[in-house]
């Protein structure tokens, strides 16, 4: 009786667990299929939003394509110009205030600062992660205070511009204006490299730079030894004759560093220099070469006009030697018996006014300082004190 009931009791147990495995089978399939069922959507939604992705993509290639197309259209009969959109990421603050004294090339002044400022709307400050490993960096900008610009609104046949420039080294000799770095081209695109002194937020401070103050940029671009320095590159022998354009000499009067200490009180809190004998190492590094034009070094009386002052005559040196606009201003007792050393010539720097003359054996002897009218206009919010602690 007993085996007989355990027997039922054992069928009984086999007979619940067998019915709950099948509902358990039951619903683990169900919930399979559920599963399956979901994947099965998820994979047609993926589908369906990566073809659209595509489709959305070859869309803006062909708006892009039409744009293009649309912009190498003549936009008149008489202007068959094509145009790319660009526009100035950035805006340098440089030590040189005009194009006055501003270094021909780079890297000929070391001491030759600039700040980058980016626009902070069109260059997010994460572009320029990674900049500050590199030494160097190519620089893209615009020859904004060039007199030619006016020129590129013009049909081609009309600008007048001219397909030979003077080049200094040849001694006012004229060459191809793409076998010369001169500013005055076709499009007024400027190319140079400087060094890489720090990066800070959206602002790089660089060094060696050949930039007048106000330049905009278009780009920047690492500079990569292995590949942008060519070891075997050739130029012409009339590149060689450095000494044209270097001095003999670069001495200071007596009272210049009292009178420089004097001016430093107004212009230090917006130089990008630590202190006044900084920025003396600066005007020697910039006058040791002629910055005068080509024009002033030969004939220095022929770009003179009257000024109200008997005693001394002035002149502003320019690096524009066909296209100047910063025209020589100074009185001329007799036009016929001027000497190099009775002019009186001006490079402004930091906003500071820089007198200095030179004679005949290219003896420079800078004579005075004082404020100019561009200190006012030089922004502080570029200085030495926001790069103090990188710069040492």
């Known amino acids: ?6 027997s039922i009791t054992l069928t009984i147990t086999f007979a619940a667990i067998s019915f709950s495995t099948a509902i358990s089978a039951y619903v683990l399939s169900r919930k399979c299929k559920g599963l399956n069922s979901k994947i099965l959507e998820l994979e047609a939604s993926l589908k369906s939003s990566l073809d659209k992705c595509a489709s959305e993509r070859q869309g803006r290639i062909r708006a892009q394509q039409t744009l293009r197309k649309e912009l190498s259209q003549p936009k008149s009969e008489n202007l068959k110009l094509t145009y790319y959109p660009m ?3 950035g805006t340098i603050r440089s030590c040189f205030s005009t194009r006055n004294g501003t270094p021909r090339q780079p890297l000929l002044v070391p001491l030759a600062r600039a700040c980058l400022v980016f626009n902070a709307t069109r260059v997010p400050p994460a572009s320029l992660e990674g900049l500050a490993e590199y030494s160097h960096c190519w620089i893209l900008y615009v ?5 030619d610009l006016e020129k590129l609104w013009k049909h081609p046949s009309q600008s007048g511009f001219k397909a030979k420039v003077r080049v200094p080294r040849l001694k006012g000799g004229r060459m191809g204006v793409f076998a010369t770095r001169s500013p005055h081209r076709p499009c007024p695109i400027g190319l140079t490299v400087a060094k890489v002194e720090a990066v800070q937020e959206n602002m790089i401070l660089l060094s060696g730079v050949d930039l007048v103050d106000g330049t905009p940029v278009l780009d920047i671009k690492p500079y990569l030894p292995y590949c942008d320095s060519i070891q075997k590159a050739v130029v012409p022998n009339w590149l060689m004759e450095d000494s044209l354009l270097s001095v ?10 009292s009178a420089l200490e004097n001016c430093w009180t107004m212009a230090e809190k917006k130089s990008l220099y630590a202190s006044p004998s900084e920025f003396q190492r600066l005007i020697k590094q910039v006058l040791s070469w002629d910055i005068r ?5 030969n004939r220095p009386h022929d770009a003179l006009s009257k000024s109200d ?4 005559m002035l002149v502003n040196t320019s690096d524009a030697d066909e296209h100047q606009d910063d025209r020589a201003f100074l009185h001329e007792k007799d036009q016929n018996s001027v000497d190099s050393k009775d002019i009186i010539y001006h490079l402004i720097l930091e906003g500071l006014d820089v007198s200095y003359r030179i004679d005949h054996h290219g003896n420079v002897n800078v004579e005075k300082v004082s404020p100019s009218s561009f200190l006012d206009k030089i922004s502080n919010s570029c200085n030495y004190l926001t790069w103090e602690d990188k710069l040492q």
Do not use: Y
């Open 143 to 147: 020859f904004h205070l060039n007199t």
């Open 309 to 312: 002052n008997d005693d001394e």
């Open 1 to 6: 009786m007993v085996g007989k009931r355990l």
């Open 293 to 297: 034009s080509l024009s002033q070094r």
């Open 87 to 89: 526009a100035p990421i």
């Open 248 to 257: 003999s000499s670069v001495s200071f009067a007596e009272d210049f560093a």
